[in-house]
Nanobody
Framework: QVQLVESGGGLVQPGGSLRLSCAAS????????MGWYRQAPGKQRELVAT???????RYADFVKGRFTISRDNAKNTVYLQMNILKPEDTAVYYCNRYPPQGADWGQGTQVTVSS
């Protein structure tokens, strides 16, 4: 099991930016593909972006060109830079391995996009 702690969420106006961080507890973090996921009220959790151990990235269509996933293996941390935020990006954001491991879900970090 890997303990994951997300941070960096908050309230932001439409068009604004936020940077999320996810710190992992295990030093073998660098061997895992990681993902950011989100869950909006009343909706299922969905995949936002992934990054492999070799830093290949993929994005959901609804964030392409706006979000950037990255990782710092020395810090056991994965990031999600979110730009041009929209109200529909409002959700709790989680990180996890990719594919996700049920035991690894953390508390997530709330992102609210509103004027």
């Amino acid at each position: 099991q890997v303990q994951l702690v997300e941070s960096g969420g908050g309230l932001v106006q439409p068009g604004g930016s936020l940077r999320l961080s996810c710190a992992a507890s295990r030093s073998i973090f660098s061997t895992y593909a990681m993902g950011w996921y989100r869950q909006a009220p009343g909706k299922q959790r969905e995949l936002v972006a992934t990054i492999t151990s070799s830093r290949n990235t993929r994005y959901a269509d609804f964030v392409k060109g706006r979000f950037t996933i990255s990782r710092d293996n020395a810090k056991n941390t994965v990031y999600l830079q979110m730009n041009i935020l929209k109200p529909e990006d409002t959700a709790v954001y989680y990180c996890n391995r990719y594919p996700p491991q049920g035991a690894d879900w953390g508390q997530g970090t709330q992102v609210t996009v509103s004027s």
